[in-house]
């Protein structure tokens, strides 16, 4: 069993960089693929970065490519989630989430998830 604590959203202007933690309990957390996703109201979730367990691979949306980076550190047993050049359509509730099944984009590989933190661009 894995609990997900995502931090560090909130409001920024639009150009501006957030950077997103999500700390995790447990003993395994490096044994975990892990990604962030988002959610806008009215919409579905979408994928936004993953990471392998290692740190060696690492995928992202195109929306994000060039402009987010997704990192970990397991011996802090966190992920992190850098988000420069924010624009208002990055608005929207974060999640990450841990997969036991290896990386990927379909939120159905992922097997626990954190409550999300809101993040809101400003134009």
């Known amino acids: 069993q894995v609990q997900l604590v995502e931090s560090g959203g909130g409001l920024v202007q639009a150009g501006g960089s957030l950077r997103l933690s999500c700390a995790a309990s447990?003993?395994?957390?490096?044994?975990?693929?892990m990604g962030w996703f988002r959610q806008a109201p009215g919409k579905e979730r979408e994928f936004v970065a993953a990471i392998s367990w290692s740190g060696g691979s690492t995928y992202y949306a195109d929306s994000v490519k060039g402009r987010f980076t997704i990192s970990r550190d397991n011996a802090k047993n966190t992920v992190y989630l850098q988000m420069n050049s924010l624009k208002p359509e990055d608005t929207a509730v974060y999640y990450c989430a841990a997969s036991t099944k290896g990386v990927g984009v379909r939120p159905s590989i992922y097997d626990y998830w954190g409550q999300g933190t809101q993040v809101t661009v400003s134009s």
């Open positions: 447990g003993r395994t957390f490096s044994s975990y693929a």
